[in-house]
């Protein structure tokens, strides 16, 4: 039986052993909020930093043949639009990677410390790794929601031949117009397809990578590690789940690109026009652009996690992975 929230917080090690309480109340609102703002900080810069990755990796998937490689890429775009121009879809990309963030990591932490309630504390700590998935899929379900309508901005924006539009809110205004409302989550499956396997591989990836780097490599009590050895090891685990993220969700990825800048047919819906990408493609076709990517989604994870453990270390709580949160009752006097 898991005691209430306003039991005493300690954190036990892989030791076994309690460190010093955290002064935000673990599994409190002021906690979920600290996981919703390190979220929020973490995606919505590090996607807007790698906007000129991005948008060399977007229009390679729309036309394989646009550039000979990524430095291409770039150079062609600085000559023809100016350094601004490998920045296309920036504005976008920011405000939609901040909120899917914060709902990413807020409701990750939100949903883990549920479904460890209800399943119990031996269930919990025997399938771990279940716990990580079932948390992190919930989460990214309702992440995308927030990031689909800004995701297809970026896209149009990052693949159209001519400039799609001369500001953010007229490149709003454009969607609206040419498909409503449904314009803005034309690709909310295909995101769902990408977004919720890529989440569940970099939430369960690294939570088991920082594990086994305390179990193998830094054998010591993790609390006896100073704040930049314990940032390291949240950044070499982050970039190694960035990796397998890459690979697991590049497919979808592809099709987003391309559903996002396919023109649309009267009467053909969603699934269809999906299908007839998947087979104008092929299997090779689905895999165009992974290289890029692995380079941009390894830097981008790493990044992330290491800039929302900065945050929570610097809130007073200690950093992910590893240590798991554990209560137990205060002893009366």
């Known amino acids: 039986m898991l005691p209430s929230n306003k039991s005493l917080n300690a954190?036990?090690?892989?030791?076994?052993?309690?460190?010093?309480?955290?002064?935000?109340?673990?599994?409190?609102?002021?906690?979920f909020m600290a996981c919703t703002i390190g979220g929020t900080l973490a995606c919505g810069l590090t996607h807007w930093l790698v906007t000129p990755l991005d948008l060399?990796?977007?229009?390679?998937?729309?036309?394989?043949?646009?550039?000979?490689?990524?430095?291409?890429?770039?150079s062609t775009i600085a000559k023809t639009s100016g350094i601004k121009g490998?920045?296309?879809?920036?504005?976008?990309?920011?405000?939609?990677?901040?909120?899917q963030g914060a709902a990413k990591y807020g409701f990750y932490d939100y949903f883990k410390y549920k479904y460890a309630s209800i399943m119990g504390e031996e269930f919990t700590n025997k399938y771990r790794t279940a716990l990580y998935l079932a948390s992190s899929a919930s989460a990214?379900?309702?992440?995308?929601?927030?990031?689909?309508?800004?995701?297809?901005?970026k896209v149009k924006e990052q693949t159209s031949l001519t400039k799609f539009a001369?500001?953010?809110?007229?490149?709003?205004k454009n969607v609206y117009k040419a498909d409503g409302i449904s314009g803005f989550y034309r690709g909310i499956t295909p995101l769902w397809l990408r977004q919720i396997p890529y989440t569940m591989v970099?939430?369960?990836?690294?939570?088991?990578?920082?594990?086994?780097?305390?179990?193998?490599?830094?054998?010591?009590?993790k609390h006896t590690y100073n704040k930049t050895e314990q940032l390291g090891v949240t950044f070499s685990a982050g970039y190694i789940a960035g990796v397998f993220c890459a690979i697991i969700s590049h497919p979808a990825d592809v099709l987003v690109s391309k559903l996002n800048n396919a023109p649309k047919v009267e009467g053909q819906s969603t699934g269809a026009l999906a299908g007839k990408i998947i087979k104008d493609l092929g299997f090779s076709g689905l895999w165009t652009g992974l290289v890029p990517r692995i380079f941009m989604i390894?830097?981008?994870?790493?990044?992330?996690?290491?800039i929302y453990d900065t945050y929570k270390v610097q809130a007073g709580l200690p950093a992910s992975g590893s240590v798991e949160p554990k209560k137990i009752e205060a002893k009366s006097d």
């Open 11 to 31: 954190f036990k090690t892989p030791t076994g052993s309690f460190v010093a309480p955290s002064p935000i109340e673990i599994n409190s609102g002021r906690y």
């Open 298 to 306: 390894g830097t981008l994870t790493a990044l992330q996690w290491f």
């Open 140 to 153: 990214e379900l309702i992440a995308d929601v927030f990031l689909c309508p800004l995701e297809a901005m």
């Open 56 to 74: 060399v990796k977007c229009r390679l998937q729309v036309d394989k043949n646009m550039y000979s490689g990524i430095f291409n890429g770039w």
């Open 202 to 221: 970099k939430f369960a990836t690294f939570e088991t990578t920082v594990n086994l780097i305390y179990k193998h490599v830094m054998t010591r009590p």
């Open 86 to 99: 490998l920045y296309t879809g920036g504005i976008p990309t920011l405000i939609g990677y901040s909120m």
């Open 166 to 172: 001369p500001s953010f809110l007229a490149g709003v």
